[in-house]
């Protein structure tokens, strides 16, 4: 289970005690039998599954990583385990002793916290909005799910409001949910639901959260006036809820007698008088009319759960424990007044507190309902987002302390001399960037971000840029008042330029005030310049926040990016700026980093720099000239010809029956009535109307269980459809085609005759309730897997379509060149092996190169040839994916070649991977010999020893491959196939 940074700070106490607990109820969590399944709704369990098991993880290109997944369960476990109604509960069983320091309990208990209300606490870059769409997503099928049955639940909603500090974040997020801008309209295919749908969502519950994304989202302009259907998604920016008081004109008594101000009468008897002057503009005028409205919509919902995205825009503080709210908070508490505990408050920021004081008193007030902390320090550990180094050139070290733009006596702005130095220092540091980058990958584009003083200074610095050299396009500057400068068409142009500039070469320096502060999600920014003389350290963070997301995030780049973490926490400069965020920043900031630097995450480089290459020791291997000679093209058969497919009956007396352990030893894990004692299982999962130990799935009878086991089998053999745009629609058809109600029937024949190798009946004294124990469920689903794939049958009729991919489709690998060979017998010019345990890779690789009797050979690369993997059904009957290490052609034939350490060839699964390959091997056999480029094709698996003790004795690589081919047998099953993407 991984947790969070070590918080020792008092004020995050009620993060760490959640964290703590949490981390106790989810043991066992990614087998499958964690407590925290017996504690949540059977949908959440469902969720949970899906989220965060090893069996579902293992499928998927991308899962959420330790500081998601943490933020995602404290969530859960707070608001839906501990079922806390207001922040002061929460305390109470999560962090007791937290209320007897200070003013805490006085605090949580004020009126603003009489609500489930959370905060999230996580650094820059590392994922808030996935987190904001997967509680979203809990929420919703939870809500759906009490009503299908009738239930009121007043932990669970459909109706949701987001909240963005400003137009940036709120532009983020309408893409996040419903796709990117293209010509005007949305593409929702290019949102996070629908592009990360494998992550976000189970399957069977895809066409349902679609379905509410695409049609209950309203933007700002349309809450309240949009029709949804049962529910919502309210996005909007935090200006359409300010000024509420400004609706409330202060009420004077009415004392009887008492004159009454002629303005008083006035304004009772007239209509209001459009000016400017009265601040009365049609503008404010229209505007007010519908903040009122929305208000009033918001205030008469019955429930609704509101995300706060970057919520540190929430207080203002005057002094400590005297915080004053910003009007827009304002409106969320009278919103939440009338919902109690219906009204749910997500706060989302990577710096949750106030800075209080100044000088040596100055110090941070972080928010009190901080329920995760997910810091800086945890990302840049984890290698979650780029490393920060400090650029420290001599000239600016030798600046004065004041740098900030020189102005003349009526107040125009000038940049100053150390301003000009360090945007100079800046585009040296950017131009070496480019340069290494584009050696390596010319696709890459590094960006500069230079963040100015005020809106006045922000054109001086576009204009000097532009003087040392840069073209106009080449500069953006980008502020609060550009939308307002700019046609509604003419910005959107701007936005999409903005947002897409790590595709583009254009612009190549940023330039902002405080605009881009947050919500600018890309990845390129490299090189940060501040330009300023004094900054808080909540804006500080937030700038330098701008560049950490990832910009090379291949697995390729891993080894590289972990040898700089590990230089920089030994005090060392980095080897390369591989995922490296430059800071031009003048010396009289250091404190700024202190923490950081001694915690030893922030380096320091200097003007020596310049002389050693960004990209450290990584090179691209290229296609070699004639390539051609040394090329693979492997055959996917994309149609059968009259394919027929059979599916024989089971045999069920073929069957094994259960044998771990005995029926009775079965029973004595289930106790009588309602709820069953756990003895040797330790997980306790709710299911229907029973609680029985070591569960896996959810069900209200005998009938159900069928139904449900049935679901399981048939998905768990299923052919996963490729993702994104490289879809193969051949492929796009179940793996396994059986006919369920004949499944459901063996299923059923076997459990009452074969599974306990005598007559069962399942409905006898309610017997059917041990067929819920993951044992059992474990076993009946791996024996049906392996019967019904030995039960397919295919009969081919006429000739069959055949398309080729060729290995030089990929034009270069990238790799370290201290971890890579030179070698003419294939189609690049070096080959690469891993840098920790890579000598049997090695070796073979030298072994290959030399032996006369091989005529090409390639390394084939998870990464990049993604087109050759070979699917397999793994030992617990979930489909998975593979690739082979090494193509290798001699004379004789074409070899799939596994190389793995001798412990472990016997591994069950390297077991089920050699019979996929044998088995699609076999199958390509059967082609015409123009098909399979005129030679056989085996696979190998190469275990250590063996190769070794063949190499020792100086004999041929190609007579230890043909020696180690697998053979097939006369009853060998299809199980694999290459997946063509």
């Known amino acids: 289970m991984s947790s969070t940074s070590t918080m020792t700070d008092p004020q ?79 305390y109470k069983q999560a962090a007791p002793d937290a209320l007897l320091t200070g003013s805490r309990m006085g605090e949580v208990a004020q009126a603003k916290h009489a609500h489930p209300k959370y905060c999230l606490k996580m650094a820059t870059g590392t994922g808030k909005t996935w987190v904001l769409q997967a509680l979203l997503i809990w929420q919703m099928l939870n809500k759906s799910a009490a009503t299908a049955e009738d239930l009121d639940d007043p932990r669970f909603t459909r109706q949701f409001l987001i909240v963005a500090p400003g137009l940036i974040v709120y532009e983020r997020l309408l893409d996040a949910f419903c796709g990117k801008l293209r010509n005007g309209m949305r593409d ?70 008492l004159m009454l101000k002629p303005q008083r009468v006035i304004d009772a008897l007239l209509p209001v008088m459009p000016g400017k002057s009265t ?79 100044s000088g040596k008193t100055k110090k941070k007030v972080y928010f009190p309902h901080i329920i995760v902390d997910f810091d800086l320090k945890s990302a840049m550990r984890a290698g979650l987002v780029k490393s920060l180094v400090l650029d420290r050139r001599k000239e600016i070290g030798a600046l004065p302390l004041e740098f900030k733009a020189e102005r003349d006596d009526d107040g125009n702005p000038t940049l100053g001399q150390g301003q000009r130095v360090m945007l100079r220092a800046g585009l040296q540091k950017l131009r070496k960037l480019e340069a290494d980058f584009a050696a390596i990958d010319p696709s890459r584009h590094p960006k500069m971000l230079v963040v100015c003083e005020d809106t006045t200074v922000s054109p001086l610095v576009a204009q000097f840029l532009q003087d040392e050299g840069l073209n106009a396009d080449e500069v953006m500057s980008i502020d609060s008042g550009k939308k307002e400068e ?156 009259d394919e027929q497919m059979e599916h024989h009956a089971v045999d069920i007396t073929t069957l094994p029956p259960f044998g771990a352990m005995s029926r009775e030893a079965l029973q004595g894990l289930l106790g009588k009535g309602d709820t069953f004692v756990s003895q040797d299982l330790q997980s306790s999962t709710l299911f229907g109307d029973y609680r029985v130990d070591g569960a896996v799935m959810n069900v209200s009878g005998y009938n159900d269980f069928l139904s449900r086991i049935t679901r399981r089998i048939a998905q768990a053999l299923s052919q996963p459809l490729p993702k994104g745009n490289k879809i193969a629609y051949h492929l796009a058809s179940p793996y396994l085609q059986t006919n369920t109600a004949a499944l459901t029937g063996w299923l059923e024949n076997y459990i009452r005759h074969q599974l306990f190798n005598e007559s069962f009946d399942p409905m006898a004294d309610e017997n059917w309730r041990v067929l819920l124990l993951q044992p059992l469920v474990d076993h009946i689903t791996k024996v049906f897997a392996m019967a019904l794939v030995d039960a397919e049958h295919k009969e081919m009729l006429g000739s069959t379509e055949v398309k080729h991919r060729h290995l030089s489709e990929v034009e270069k690998l990238m790799m370290r060149e201290s971890n890579s060979v030179t070698v003419n017998k294939c189609i690049y010019e070096r080959l690469p092996f891993p840098a920790k345990n890579g000598g049997l890779e090695r070796a073979f690789i030298s072994w290959a190169q030399a032996d006369a009797s091989i005529t090409a050979f390639c390394k084939i690369s998870e990464t990049r040839h993604e087109f050759a993997r070979l699917r397999y059904v793994k030992e617990d009957g979930m489909p998975a994916f593979y690739s082979p290490d090494f193509l290798v052609r001699s004379e004789q034939a074409i070899y799939l070649v596994e190389t793995k350490a001798q412990q472990q060839v016997t591994h069950p699964n390297v077991k089920r991977k050699l019979k996929a390959a044998s088995s699609w091997c076999n199958r390509i056999n059967t082609l015409e010999p123009e098909e399979r480029s005129s030679l056989l094709w085996h696979y190998v698996l190469l275990g250590e020893a063996t190769f070794y003790d063949w190499h020792s004795k100086g004999a041929r690589l190609s007579e230890l491959l043909e020696f180690s081919r697998l053979r097939p047998t006369a009853d060998q099953s299809l199980q694999g196939k290459l997946a063509l993407n």
Request: glycine content about 6%; some cysteine.
């Open 279 to 357: 601040g009365n503009s049609l503008d404010v005028l229209d505007r007010r009319y519908a903040r009122g409205g929305v208000l009033d919509f918001l205030i008469g919902l019955p429930d609704l759960m509101v995300f706060n995205d970057e919520a540190h825009h929430i207080h203002e503080v005057k002094k400590e424990g005297d915080v004053s709210e910003v009007e827009w908070q304002k409106s969320l508490s009278r919103i939440a007044f009338s919902k109690g505990r219906r009204f749910v408050q997500m706060d989302f920021s990577a710096t949750p507190y106030n800075d209080v004081g």
């Open 486 to 641: 700019l046609k509604p068409a003419e910005w959107n142009i701007v936005r999409e330029r903005l947002f897409d500039v790590d595709k583009h070469a254009t612009p190549r320096v940023i330039v902002s005030v405080l605009m881009l502060r947050e919500g600018f999600d890309v990845n390129n920014i490299c090189v940060i310049v501040p330009l300023r003389s004094s900054q808080a350290q909540i804006l500080l963070e937030q700038t330098i926040g701008r560049g950490l997301r990832l910009m090379w995030r291949d697995e390729e780049y891993s080894d590289l990016k972990r040898e700089n973490r590990e230089r920089i926490n030994q005090g060392k400069e980095p080897g390369s700026l591989i995922d490296i965020l430059s800071i031009i920043e003048h010396p009289a900031f250091q404190s700024f980093y202190d923490e950081l630097m001694a915690a030893g995450l922030v380096s320091e480089t200097s003007e020596d720099s310049d002389n050693t290459s960004s990209t450290g020791d990584l090179i691209a291997a290229n296609l070699r000239d004639g390539y051609q000679e040394f090329d693979f093209a492997l055959p996917f058969i994309l149609h059968e010809a």
């Open 12 to 90: 995050l106490q009620l993060a760490a005690g959640l964290t703590e607990k949490t981390t106790q109820l989810c043991i066992g969590l990614e087998s499958g039998v964690a407590d925290i399944f017996e504690l949540v709704t059977p949908t959440t369990a469902e969720l949970l599954h899906w989220w965060f098991s090893d069996d579902a993880c293992a499928t998927r290109r991308f899962n959420f990583h330790s500081g998601q997944r943490q933020a995602i369960l404290n969530t859960i476990v707070a608001h839906e385990v501990l079922k806390s109604p207001n922040l002061l509960d929460l």
């Open 188 to 257: 929702f295919s290019t949102s996070d639901v629908a592009q990360c749908a494998e992550l976000f969502i189970p399957e069977i519950y895809r066409d349902q959260v679609f379905g509410f994304v695409r049609g209950n989202v309203c933007d700002k302009e349309n809450i309240g006036l949009k029709a949804t259907g049962n529910g919502m998604i309210a996005i909007t920016n935090w200006h359409l809820l300010s000024e509420v008081d400004e609706l409330e004109e202060e009420q004077e008594l009415d004392v009887p007698g």
